[in-house]
T-cell receptor, first 113, second 110 residues
Framework: EDQVTQSPEALRLQEGESSSLNCSYTVSGLRGLFWYRQDPGKGPEFLFTLYSAGEEKEKERLKATLTKKESFLHITAPKPEDSATYLCAVQAPSGGSNYKLTFGKGTLLTVNP | DVKVTQSSRYLVKRTGEKVFLECVQDMDHENMFWYRQDPGLGLRLIYFSYDVKMKEKGDIPEGYSVSREKKERFSLILESASTNQTSMYLC?????????FGSGTRLTVV
């Protein structure tokens, strides 16, 4: 059974204080690892897809990295508008589809001004 | 941009009612998904479909069914709503770049 564990469950930072979120996974036949941002009452918003160990992607203050067992989302000099829940998900084959996503429970990030 | 539209943002239904949640995508995608999201439990897959009339159970299919008669539309059906099905329901569509989610339907069963 595919498993995704995110840590910490919640993280409170001061504006400008850099940190990292962790996503560890156990999956058979990883097809991709996804990071999403979710604001309260809204659907998840796509951030990054990583496909192989060693891959890195960046977008503004966010950088995602991938190893064979985990992924990190690094947040550099965060701002209050970065406050959200960050979700990690892995894609693996299941039944008739190669596209089943299994999610972690998320990290609630709060950035104080 | 891909658009995934869920027909209702908020719904209130009575116990025992049959409930239909509708999801439409505008890009001819084959793969569509229904999740529910609950505090402390995260997003859990209910059902997914990889083509018209093709469906597979996810991790928590009990109490739900689905319908995919046309490629663009994927419906989630609660045969007899119960209070433990009060949740946020999210539909997603798979495109080459990743997965696009709808805005969600917050369902309350009273």
């Amino acid at each position: 059974e595919d498993q995704v564990t995110q840590s910490p469950e919640a993280l409170r930072l001061q504006e400008g204080e850099s940190s990292s979120l962790n996503c560890s996974y156990t999956v058979s036949g990883l097809r991709g690892l996804f990071w999403y941002r979710q604001d309260p009452g809204k659907g998840p918003e796509f951030l990054f897809t990583l496909y192989s160990a060693g891959e890195e992607k960046e977008k503004e203050r966010l950088k995602a990295t991938l190893t064979k067992k985990e992924s990190f989302l690094h947040i550099t000099a965060p701002k209050p508008e970065d406050s959200a829940t960050y979700l990690c998900a892995v894609q693996a084959p299941s039944g008739g589809s190669n596209y089943k996503l299994t999610f972690g429970k998320g990290t609630l990030l709060t950035v104080n001004p | 941009d891909v658009k995934v539209t869920q027909s209702s943002r908020y719904l209130v239904k009575r116990t025992g009612e049959k409930v239909f949640l509708e999801c439409v995508q505008d890009m001819d995608h084959e793969n569509m998904f229904w999740y529910r999201q609950d505090p402390g439990l995260g997003l859990r897959l209910i059902y997914f479909s990889y083509d018209v009339k093709m469906k597979e159970k996810g991790d928590i299919p009990e109490g739900y069914s689905v319908s995919r008669e046309k490629k663009e539309r994927f419906s989630l059906i609660l045969e007899s709503a119960s209070t433990n099905q009060t949740s946020m329901y999210l539909c997603a569509s798979r495109d080459p770049g990743g997965y696009t989610f709808g805005s969600g339907t917050r369902l309350t069963v009273v």
